[in-house]
Structures are given as C-alpha cells and as structure tokens.
C-alpha cells in the first residue's frame, strides 16, 4: 500500500514544491499571465479565489486524497502554475495526477514534460504506484493531446462526470499508465527533453 506524503521534487531548472497559503500571490500572478480563468473548461480560479482554491487543496490533502504542489522556476523563483495527485487510492496502489496549469508564457515548453517526469517517478519509483491516472474534460483538446504526448493510454469517457467551476457538467477523457508501461514512457520523455534542451 502507497504512503503519499508532501515531498519535495526537482529536476531540470524546476522545483515542485508542497502548496502553501503563501503560494498565493505567485499562483495568481501565473493565472493572470493569459487570464487562464477565462478558459471554462479549466479548474484555474478566478482573481480573489486562489486563496479558496488553495484551502480546498490542503483540505484535501488533509483528508487523504490529495497532494498539491506549487511549481517554481529556480532561475527565476516565479510560481509557474500548479499540479496535484488527486483520487488517491492507497489501498490498490494509485494516483492520478491532474488540476495541472501553467502560466501561458510557460506552455508548450518543457515546463510539463519535466513536471510530468518528476511526478511519474516519483509515484511509480518511489512509492510503487501499480497505475497512475490522467483525466481531462472533453473539451480540453490541448490537455488531451498532451497527455496523449506522454505516452499515456486512453481508456475511454466518463459521461456526465464532474462539475465544471460555472455549474455545467462535463464528459471527462480518462487515461492511465501502468507500472510495466512506465520504463518506456521515462524514456519517451527524457528524449523529448534531450532534444529540446
């Protein structure tokens, strides 16, 4: 059985750290680089819901079930966006990681494939996951097709799943990657870096 505790992760320029209250003005400077609340089909909060955004994380992650973080550019310093293990199942050795964004200056650079790196490691590494788990609402074509880009397997949709943060609800487009999957996904992804960087 998995023990999911706050750790932190670094690699590649990155540090993804535990999520605090005091990430807040960082986080919220990230979202408003491109409004990201705007995109509905997105859990990014709105300007003055970081605060309850980050309060609902840590309540989650008090409970179990969650375990947020923060990611930082060390150059710089600057919070880029956040990522989490959500749904945890211990007891059948699984996360799934998700309520993932990042500043839209920082897209479609290496920022994801490094945190997606770190985060897969850690969890099939480290704590032993047997699967690890990818969700997104079907409406979020550009989060499909990065997820499809790490090498994860699509294992279909969820109709009428989760609510969206203006009260319509979504299909969700479910993946997963396997514990057996995993050595040839690290080394999908430590390529990719290679040849970016």
Not at 25 to 31: I, R
Not at 187 to 192: F, G, P, T
Request: charged fraction near 25%.
């Amino acid at each position: 059985m998995i023990d999911v505790k706050p750790i932190v992760l670094e690699g590649m320029g990155l540090r993804v750290e535990p999520l605090a209250s005091d990430h807040e003005d960082g986080l919220s400077a990230a979202a408003a680089d491109g409004r990201l609340w705007e995109l509905w089909f997105t859990s990014v909060p709105a300007p003055g819901g970081m605060g309850a955004y980050i309060a609902e994380a840590l309540a989650g992650q008090e409970l179990g079930h969650m375990l947020p973080w923060a990611v930082r550019d060390l150059a710089s310093g600057k919070i880029l966006g956040s990522t989490r293990y959500h749904d945890i199942v211990a007891k059948i050795d699984r996360v799934e990681i998700g309520y993932t964004w990042y500043s839209q200056s920082r897209q479609r650079t290496h920022v994801n494939t490094v945190c997606k790196l770190l985060l897969l490691g850690h969890a099939f590494d480290t704590l032993g996951c047997k699967v690890v788990g990818l969700r997104t609402d079907n409406f979020n074509f550009r989060s499909q097709r990065a997820i499809e880009a790490l090498g994860a397997k699509k294992d279909g949709i969820l109709r009428h799943h989760a609510i969206r943060r203006d009260g319509s609800v979504r299909d969700s487009v479910i993946y997963s990657i396997l514990a057996g999957e995993w050595p040839d996904v690290r080394r999908h992804l430590e390529l990719r870096l290679s040849r970016n960087t």
